[in-house]
């Protein structure tokens, strides 16, 4: 099956500065890569995807990179506002239509931006 | 509003006493799941169900017990709770469609079992 793994585990910068969070995957057959955004007492929810046919995707200050050959894909954050403080998670799945649709969650970063 | 709701949110029980976490979506969604979340380990998938009456364990089955009796209901049941079941728990919801794999989740459960 699927193995995701996410560093690091915890990253703390201060506001202004950017973060970088990392993951590998082990199937090549995974084609969707997800990234969630866990607010304090809150359930996980979606901030950014891409798909296995695109290298790069952005979305206002938050942008997501995939490099196929190598498995890995990156969130990178820029100019890290308090807010953004959170847990974030990576995960890989196949993409829809049924067979082997579950998605592989990475264990976690916990981002602290500090004011 | 489109929503995952979990209940009950918090929730101290004694070990042994049988326990039930609902879950209802109203997205007409075909995929649930429920995950558990600890510290360091991430969110663990419990069971899941592809549509109604399909479920199948996660990597973290023992234990718990689901149904999917109806397409918006996925109740997590824990006949007889240990300690070692307190933790986060997390319902979740998909479709198979073409928008993508975009997972749902409640605001999770909080339980701990003396």
């Known amino acids: 099956g699927e193995n995701v793994e996410q560093h690091p585990s915890t990253l703390s910068v201060q506001e202004g500065d950017s973060a970088v969070i990392k993951c590998t995957y082990s199937?090549?057959?995974?084609?969707?890569f997800p990234w969630y955004k866990q607010e304090l007492g809150k359930g996980p929810q979606l901030i950014i995807d891409i798909r296995s046919n695109v290298g790069e995707k952005k979305d206002q200050r938050i942008a997501v990179t995939l490099n196929k050959t190598a498995k890995h894909f990156s969130l990178h954050i820029t100019e890290t506002q308090p807010e953004d403080s959170a847990v974030y998670f990576c995960a890989a799945s196949p993409h829809a239509s049924g067979g082997s649709y579950i998605p592989t969650f990475g264990r976690g970063t916990s981002l602290i931006v500090h004011p | 509003e489109a929503q995952v709701t979990q209940n009950p949110r918090y929730l101290i029980t004694v070990t042994g006493k049988k326990l039930t976490v609902t879950c209802s979506q109203n997205m007409n969604h075909e995929y649930m799941s429920w995950y558990r979340q600890d510290p360091g380990l991430g969110l663990r998938q419990i069971y899941y169900s592809m549509n109604v009456e399909v479920t199948d364990k996660g990597d973290v089955p023992e234990g718990y017990k689901v149904s999917r009796k109806e397409k918006r209901n996925f109740p997590l049941i824990l006949e007889s709770p240990s300690p070692n079941q307190t933790s986060l728990y997390f319902c979740?919801?998909?479709?198979?469609?073409?928008?993508?794999?975009?997972?749902?989740f409640g605001e999770g459960s909080w339980l701990t079992v003396v």
């Open positions: 199937d090549s057959a995974s084609n969707y």
């Open positions: 979740a919801s998909s479709s198979f469609g073409s928008s993508g794999n975009t997972i749902y």
